[in-house]
């Protein structure tokens, strides 16, 4: 059987295994009884860890806030629950339409918003503990203490496990680990941020913060949001992808994310990878998902999939550990096409 390794969640109690199953496409790409299929498929695999968040599926609206969560929990029920370590995240700011906005629209990560999000996600998830909770936007107009005293409420009252943070940056993390400290409040054992082939930037001053503070990555979209598959090449824009949908019909915020992950320079390194993958016999997707997991400052890649057909991809990385050879030439792609997604919006993470 394939090995699958566990690590800490920074220096809390938890143990996770190396590979997350993430679930942001459930109750939309992939349908309920999908949904439990790919669960059932990962659990068998050997995860233990699986990611949420009350906003999901994505991309998010108001009609179908918190499906994915309800069907997490009543996946969550037909498994011995102490055996599961469950994550999920409260929005944050940027998205007011969630619940009654607050301070110019924006969703306050206040003591009411957290709770009253908690309650709700504890209730959807069908379970009275959350083991990993996570904010899912920074909200650096708060008083960081401000944030973490609801959170450490939450701990205190056994609800929540640890807490994480979500789409930080470094000074942001930083910026709360010391008021952690000096308030002696709960601190944010894992960080989850978008980390790939074509986005490696938290391999510097995040990684160092991560390594010097003890806290974990979580890497999401550790294809690229796909892009790593193979499906965008030469101008394919598959039906039902989610960046064909943002590219063909979706708004201009949508579609400057799509043109993000979707571009020459993104293309052009993917098409690289292949010819790497090949010559050691394994698919682009496994050699991105076992890139991920040899970082010695990330605890567990977070996977995505919408048919247990594309998880088995991704579980072809489970016991893939990368040469130096194969390193030395995907840096070699990175010195040649650096920072392929950042032509615009990402270096405001």
């Known amino acids: 059987m394939a090995r699958m390794e566990r690590k800490r969640l920074g ?117 009275d503990y959350i083991d990993l909770y996570q904010t899912h936007w920074p909200d650096h107009h708060m008083r960081q203490e401000d944030t973490l005293e609801a959170l450490t409420e939450l701990v205190e009252q056994g609800k929540v496990r640890a807490i994480g943070c979500s789409n930080e940056t470094s000074w942001g993390l930083m910026k709360n680990l010391w008021a952690s400290e000096k308030h002696g409040l709960a601190r944010f054992d894992s960080v989850q941020n978008n980390f790939s082939l074509i986005n490696r930037r938290c391999e510097s001053e995040l990684a160092q913060v991560c390594r010097m503070e003890g806290v974990s990555l979580l890497p999401y979209s550790p294809l690229g949001g796909g892009v790593l598959t193979g499906k965008y090449q030469n101008g394919a824009l598959p039906p039902g992808a989610r960046f064909s949908e943002y590219l063909v019909s979706g708004g201009e915020r949508q579609q400057r994310m799509a043109r993000r992950f979707v571009n020459e320079r993104t293309l052009e390194t993917t098409a690289r ?75 405001r993470l």
């Open 273 to 347: 990878l292949s010819v790497i993958a090949a010559d050691i016999g394994v698919s682009v997707t496994a050699l991105a998902v076992a890139w991920s997991r040899q970082h010695d400052f990330v605890a567990s890649t977070i996977i995505g999939a919408t048919s247990v057909a594309q998880l088995e991809q991704s579980l072809q990385a489970r016991d893939l550990i990368l040469d130096a050879e194969t390193l030395r030439r995907i840096d070699e792609i990175d010195t040649a096409i650096p920072n392929p997604m950042t032509e615009d919006g990402l270096r």
């Open 11 to 127: 220096r809390s109690g938890i143990v996770v295994t190396d590979i997350c199953m993430g679930t942001m496409t459930f109750g939309l790409q992939a349908d309920e009884k999908t949904s439990f299929e790919i669960m059932d498929r990962a659990h068998d695999a050997g995860i233990d860890f699986y990611d949420a968040a009350e906003m999901y599926p994505v991309p998010p609206s108001a009609e179908r806030f918190g499906i994915t969560e309800e069907i997490v929990g009543r996946w969550l029920k037909t498994r011995e629950r102490g055996r599961v370590i469950v994550a999920t995240k409260v929005t944050g700011p940027g998205h007011g339409w969630f619940r009654p906005p607050v301070r110019g629209g924006f969703t306050a990560l206040d003591r009411r918003q957290i709770h009253r999000a908690c309650e709700d996600s504890l209730r959807r998830l069908q379970t």
